[in-house]
């Protein structure tokens, strides 16, 4: 076979591994677009030499097939491209993948995920296949939707892809009802908890685990707070106070603020005054309509929403069928009667023994059980 042809479904499966991690290195920062990752690869006496690595620049600015390319030169001529989603015809800003995958001489590409765009679905695999491009496609595909869930969650249902995180005692709390302050997961969940508000576009909370707990929602890891997500707050009344920690540092890292329409204007004046950037959406239920607000988020570029707190609103997505994802942190502490239930009016068993998920990850984490779900349907 042809150098730049060896098609070895294990050799394929390996390559595509590190196209996927180095598009995730990006994830969090490329929103709307996904984190995408491309390598180009020679294969020199059967053996695999990278010769070019791409991954979607930040704010989406930069195409990782373009950078991969750039980076090869005239190696790409006949080479062969692994990347993490199918090329694309054209993009917005004019760019086209599978022109310039073709003029530099890509012999064949290996592609992990179609397009989830239903006009565009395969549409950039026929273009490459009609100027003589081999391609294999489909290689760790369910990988690869993990890696863009948020930008095929946009593309199919129009919503962000939702995350939600709870971290619950071992009887099922996640504090007390006194509203004391207290930290229920060991140190190692707290890590990841950094890692996944990086990977996010937005983290969300609620009005009451705002005012109770003063959070920052920015990353704490060292060296990384300019890696924060947006941070969003549900505040029908708009409630939040203009000293509070999100206000306060609204001018370094986004806050953005989920009104009703009854919300007091002369407050919500105030927090845009100081920096907050105060979004109002219909009421339903006697709450904010959880559904339009997914939908205000997506048009405005939101693709990964992590949600962090508090019990109603984690009750609320849960029940809607809107949590495509569950992170648990189960610490061994037990809080006891005087505690708060994960789920507002609802026991975890809700998620645990429900059909609707399964798990993807169960690992430990210190002290902590950390479990991973994912939903079924």
């Given at each position: 076979?042809?150098?730049?042809l060896i098609?070895?479904p294990e050799?394929?499966?390996?390559?595509?591994?590190?196209?996927?991690?180095h598009?995730?290195r990006?994830?969090g920062?490329?929103?709307?677009?996904?984190?995408?990752?491309?390598?180009i690869v020679?294969?020199?006496?059967?053996?695999p030499?990278?010769v070019?690595?791409g991954a979607?620049s930040p704010?989406?600015?930069?195409h990782?097939?373009e950078?991969?390319?750039a980076?090869?030169?005239?190696?790409?001529?006949?080479?062969?491209?692994?990347v993490?989603?199918e090329p694309?015809?054209?993009?917005a800003d004019g760019?086209?993948d599978?022109?310039a995958?073709?003029?530099a001489?890509?012999?064949?590409l290996?592609?992990a995920l179609?397009?989830?765009?239903?006009r565009?679905?395969?549409?950039?695999?026929?273009?490459l296949?009609?100027?003589?491009?081999g391609?294999?496609?489909?290689?760790?595909g369910?990988?690869?939707?993990?890696?863009?869930?948020?930008?095929?969650?946009?593309?199919?249902?129009?919503?962000?892809?939702?995350?939600?995180k709870?971290?619950v005692?071992?009887?099922?709390?996640?504090g007390?009802?006194?509203?004391?302050?207290?930290?229920?997961?060991?140190p190692?969940?707290?890590?990841?908890?950094?890692m996944?508000r990086?990977?996010?576009?937005?983290?969300?909370?609620?009005?009451e685990?705002?005012?109770?707990?003063?959070p920052?929602l920015v990353?704490?890891?060292?060296?990384?707070?300019?890696?924060?997500?947006i941070?969003?707050?549900l505040?029908r009344?708009a409630?939040l106070?203009l000293?509070?920690?999100?206000?306060k540092?609204?001018?370094?890292?986004?806050?953005?603020?989920?009104?009703?329409?009854?919300a007091d204007?002369?407050?919500?004046?105030?927090?845009?005054?100081?920096?907050v950037?105060?979004l109002?959406?219909?009421?339903?239920?006697?709450?904010?309509?959880?559904?339009?607000?997914?939908?205000?988020?997506a048009?405005?570029?939101?693709?990964?929403?992590?949600?962090e707190g508090?019990?109603r609103v984690?009750?609320?997505l849960v029940?809607?069928?809107?949590?495509?994802?569950?992170?648990?942190?189960?610490?061994?502490?037990?809080?006891?009667?005087?505690g708060?239930r994960?789920?507002?009016g609802?026991?975890l068993?809700?998620?645990?023994r429900?059909?609707?998920?399964?798990i993807i990850?169960?690992?430990?984490?210190?002290?902590?059980?950390?479990?991973?779900y994912?939903r079924?349907?």
């Open positions: 076979m042809a150098q730049g098609a070895d050799m394929d499966r390996r390559l595509m591994a590190a196209a996927l991690r598009g995730r990006s994830q920062r490329t929103h709307p677009a996904p984190a995408v990752g491309a390598l020679r294969f020199e006496d059967g053996a030499v990278i070019g690595r979607t704010g989406g600015v930069g990782a097939t950078i991969a390319l980076e090869a030169g005239e190696a790409a001529r006949g080479a062969t491209c692994y993490s989603l694309a015809i054209r993009h760019y086209s599978t022109d995958l073709i003029g001489g890509i012999a064949r290996v592609s179609d397009d989830p765009d239903s565009r679905t395969r549409s950039g695999y026929a273009r296949r009609e100027a003589g491009v391609v294999t496609a489909g290689v760790l369910e990988e690869a939707r993990r890696l863009h869930a948020g930008f095929v969650s946009v593309a199919t249902l129009g919503r962000p892809h939702v995350t939600l709870l971290a005692s071992a009887d099922g709390m996640i007390r009802k006194t509203g004391e302050r207290m930290l229920v997961s060991g190692e969940a707290f890590q990841r908890l950094q996944m990086i990977e996010a576009d937005a983290s969300l909370i609620g009005i685990t705002a005012l109770v707990n003063d920052s990353v704490r890891a060292a060296g990384m707070r300019a890696f924060s997500p941070r969003i707050v505040d009344d409630r106070g000293t509070s920690a999100l206000v540092s609204a001018g370094e890292t986004p806050l953005w603020l989920i009104v009703g329409p009854e204007a002369g407050a919500t004046a105030a927090l845009a005054s100081a920096g950037t105060v109002p959406v219909g009421a339903s239920s006697g709450g904010l309509d959880i559904r339009a607000m997914l939908k205000l988020l048009e405005r570029g939101i693709t990964r929403l992590l949600v508090g019990a984690a009750a609320t029940s809607n069928g809107l949590a495509d994802e569950v992170v648990l942190f189960r610490a061994p502490v037990v809080i006891g009667p005087d708060v994960a789920l507002a609802g026991a068993s809700a998620i645990e429900s059909p609707r998920y399964r990850e169960d690992a430990r984490l210190g002290e902590d059980r950390m479990i991973r994912e079924t349907n």
